[in-house]
């Protein structure tokens, strides 16, 4: 077996050849491997809560083959301009009830313009009122709208690379890998931390596994939280009818996205309504150590809360606490 150091200083000069060689070890070792990293770093029996919010949904310019909020393909989803700030309050006070620890809110656009980032700017202020961590994933941000995030106290950019670089020329043709990178420098650069991660089951193959680990894990630091989701297939979207992703493959994906990035939570993202419970209790032994709870993803489902909570019981695992997070008075 390769040999996994446990608890070493993160690294970000990850070789491709120790990338792919993790991918290659005997399934039991890269599990048991990833599970020495992940009690090195974690307490293996904690899980962070998320909760997602589309507040601008469908209509979206952009091509990705994945994504049933593309303008350009049939899905069904119906567009609905950007929510009102009390809505969104309303809903993320009702997610932190249910436990949810950080408030993602979602928007189907290309890149906000500066009116629209002013009303996102207060509902940061609002949610993040409510003691909750905010998060947000709006497309391509310059530098000064990362920084206006920053100050209305926005915790963390979604912005995910999604794939390895030849495959992503494949699945999206209205940007490029260096227009994800571009936002991703002005993120850290606006100090906001960075939740940036792919989908799998696409029809990519391992080399491109191998090569977005790769890319993600030699960013200048790693991402604070990295999600790995599994494609939801949604008819209507180019991707629909794509042969599934062997499980234990995704599974490996997320092994060894943890021994890649010690001190990142590796989020069980999209994909889980379709999971088991037992594929669900392979990846958490694998090293993922958050998920998005709530019934609903952006637009597609997502496990019910009930399911989740007696899944948690089930394995004995907790919800991360809240306590760290004082809430702001304004
Ligand atoms: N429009 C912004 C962008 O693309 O960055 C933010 C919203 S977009 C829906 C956020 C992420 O959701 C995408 O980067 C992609 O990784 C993920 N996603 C979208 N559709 C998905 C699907 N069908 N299955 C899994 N993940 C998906
Ligand atoms: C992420 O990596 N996955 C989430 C969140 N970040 C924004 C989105 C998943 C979307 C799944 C398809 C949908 O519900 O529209
Ligand atoms: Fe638009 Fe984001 Fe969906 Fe791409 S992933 S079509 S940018 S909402």
Redesign the pocket.
């Known amino acids: 077996m390769t040999a996994i150091p446990p608890s070493v200083e993160p690294r970000t000069d990850w070789k491709l050849a120790e990338v792919r060689a993790l991918f290659a070890l005997p399934f039991n070792d890269l599990v048991y491997g990833a599970q020495c990293v992940h009690r090195a770093n974690f307490d293996p029996n904690v899980v962070q809560m998320s909760t997602l919010l589309s507040i601008k949904t469908g209509a979206?310019p952009?091509d990705?083959a994945?994504?049933?909020?593309s303008v350009r393909y049939d899905t069904g989803v119906a567009p609905e301009a950007l929510m009102d700030v009390e809505t969104v309050v309303a809903t993320a006070r009702a997610a932190r009830e249910n436990g949810a620890t950080r408030f993602c809110m979602?928007?189907?656009?290309?890149g906000p313009k500066d009116r629209q980032l002013d009303t996102i700017c207060k509902m940061v202020r609002e949610v993040k009122a409510l003691g909750l961590e905010t998060c947000a994933?709006?497309?391509?941000l310059t530098s000064r709208q990362a920084v206006c995030l920053k100050q209305a106290g926005l915790d963390y950019y979604?912005?995910?690379l999604?794939s390895s670089a030849s495959f992503y020329a494949k699945i999206i043709t209205t940007r490029t890998y260096e227009d994800r990178l571009d936002t991703l420098a002005n993120v850290r650069n606006a100090g906001l931390n960075v939740c940036c991660?792919?989908?799998v089951g696409m029809g990519e193959t391992r080399v491109d596994r191998v090569e977005l680990l790769h890319t993600l894990a030699t960013l200048e630091e790693h991402p604070g939280s990295v999600?790995i989701?599994?494609?939801?297939?949604?008819a209507g979207?180019p991707?629909a009818g794509t042969a599934e992703l062997d499980s234990l493959e995704f599974v490996r994906t997320v092994a060894v996205a943890r021994i890649l990035m010690p001190r990142a939570h590796v989020r069980l993202?999209?994909?889980r309504e379709t999971m088991s419970d037992e594929m669900q209790a392979l990846c958490f032994l694998a090293g993922a150590n958050s998920i998005f709870f709530g019934d609903k993803l952006?637009t597609?489902a997502n496990p019910e809360l009930q399911r989740d909570r007696r899944l948690f019981e089930r394995l004995g695992i907790r919800p991360e606490a809240a306590a760290e997070i004082e809430p702001v008075v304004c």
Do not use: K
């Open positions: 979206c952009e990705c994945y994504c049933p909020q979602g928007a189907a656009y290309r994933t709006l497309g391509m979604n912005h995910n999604d991660g792919g989908i999600p989701n599994q494609l939801v297939q949604v979207t991707l993202s999209a994909g952006l597609t």
